[in-house]
Nanobody, 123 residues
């Protein structure tokens, strides 16, 4: 299973950006796909997840109301729409797939990872 994350770049504070995570074949069906992020000098942290088959979503408190996770079944792609970006959102964003049946924010359950895409927020 190969995941590819893209869409990062430079954005002004208060702006928006959409990240995409694609996979070959039906790699997402029946699984949970999540976005994590890692800022310089910090641990990787959970951002949001979607149970791909049914569309159930889950968000961390610090992005709730600003970020939206969604998926396109036909394209085997998961998106992360990020609005009202803040300097604290600057990080490398990773998408990952969980082998666990239920939606989870626990990083240990995610066994396939994309390469990361960097989001820089300028003030």
């Amino acid at each position: 299973v190969q995941l590819q994350a893209f869409g990062g770049g430079l954005v002004q504070a208060g702006g928006a950006r959409r990240l995409s995570c694609s996979a070959s074949g039906r790699a997402f069906i029946s699984y949970t796909v999540a976005w994590f992020r890692q800022a310089p000098g910090k641990e990787r942290e959970f951002v949001s997840a979607i149970k791909y088959g049914v569309g159930t979503t889950y968000y961390s408190d610090f992005v709730k109301g600003r970020f939206t996770i969604s998926r396109d079944n036909g394209k085997n792609t998961v998106y992360l729409q990020m609005n009202v970006l803040q300097s604290e959102d600057k990080a490398v964003y990773y998408c990952a797939r969980s082998s666990r049946g239920t939606i989870t924010q626990d990083i240990q359950w995610y066994d396939y990872w994309g390469q990361g895409t960097e989001v820089t927020v300028s003030s």
